[in-house]
């Protein structure tokens, strides 16, 4: 299988955006979710990389992005100005126009952002993996993040950052962090996990994964923690509503839903549909938001369903 990692020329970096490139063929892109490394795509792209090219970018603070810095508050706007130069660097490359496009989460919710900002010039067609286009709930859409908990949850959040914030700027090692912050960081994480699955198999992987001993958790080496905290404090402070974006899309997409996820509710995500032109709606019925997980047969289907539209 071929693979290579690539590192591109981006505004407001010196060291570069890394970028995962697998198989040849048909170039696509894959943006990935909050927290992940997008070479996890790579055991449901190797079967169709004889066909397809995937170039995988790492958003900054994650995967081999993970020692690229912010440069703005906004990391949704940053990450959309970033795809923005990965899609010219792609149509560049392969002398091609537009592309279709692929992204879960936080990476679909950067798609918007691109949408509203850049339009669908360069994209020929769009999988959007379990993600509304607004975050915070308003009084005529109330399918932002985490739905009718939205207002628990995020106070939740809020208490955490009060008392992690303080230590940003002035502790740079996970490892010295007060144990508490630790602990109510890592809880918070846990918690975020388990919400975005919706199979006891899939909890149950979390719970084994996200399980430290005092012990462990003294030593523990976390280095991601800031650019977390950063992520978490946008969310909270920012709108993040991009329903202007839909006026803009007038290609075909596809809206992926999970039938049980607890962070984008899937009657308000099947709402988008009624306001695209060209719109394929696929819901797995036992999957929660986080579908690669859930149901990777399902994800995999869908993905090569799409890819092999013509």
Known sequence: MYL???????????????????GKGKPILL??????????????????STRYQFYLPHFRGF???????????????????????????????????????????????????????????????????????VIHNQPDWQGGLFGEQQGEIFANFQKILDTALPYLNNIDSFTHLPYKVKRQMLYMERQFSLLSVGRWQSKAIIHLLGYRTPQRLVFYKHPTWQHKLCCLSAYLKLPYD???????????????????SKLYAPAWQSKLAGYLEDVNEII?????HA???????????TLKQFLDKR
Request: contains cysteine; charged residues 15%; negative net charge.
């Open 63 to 133: 995967g081999l992005a993970s020692n690229i810095k912010l440069t703005q508050f906004d990391f949704i706007e940053q990450y959309a100005d970033d795809t923005q130069a990965v899609i010219s660097h792609i149509c560049n490359e392969h002398r091609i126009t537009s592309l279709p496009v692929a992204a879960i989460s936080m990476g679909a919710l950067v798609m918007w952002a691109y949408f509203q900002r850049f339009g669908t010039d360069k994209i020929s067609r769009y999988l959007n993996i379990d993600q509304s286009p």
């Open 4 to 22: 290579k990692n690539i590192l591109l020329s981006s505004p407001h970096t010196n060291t570069g955006l890394p970028i995962t490139i697998v």
């Open 284 to 288: 797995l019925p036992h999957s929660g």
């Open 242 to 260: 991009y329903r202007a974006a839909i006026d803009n899309i007038d290609i075909p997409v596809t809206l992926l839903i999970g039938a049980r």
């Open 31 to 48: 943006l990935h979710a909050f927290g992940m490394d997008s070479r996890e795509f790579i055991p449901f792209i190797a079967p169709l």
């Open 291 to 301: 579908i690669p997980l859930d149901a990777p047969v399902g994800f995999y289907q």
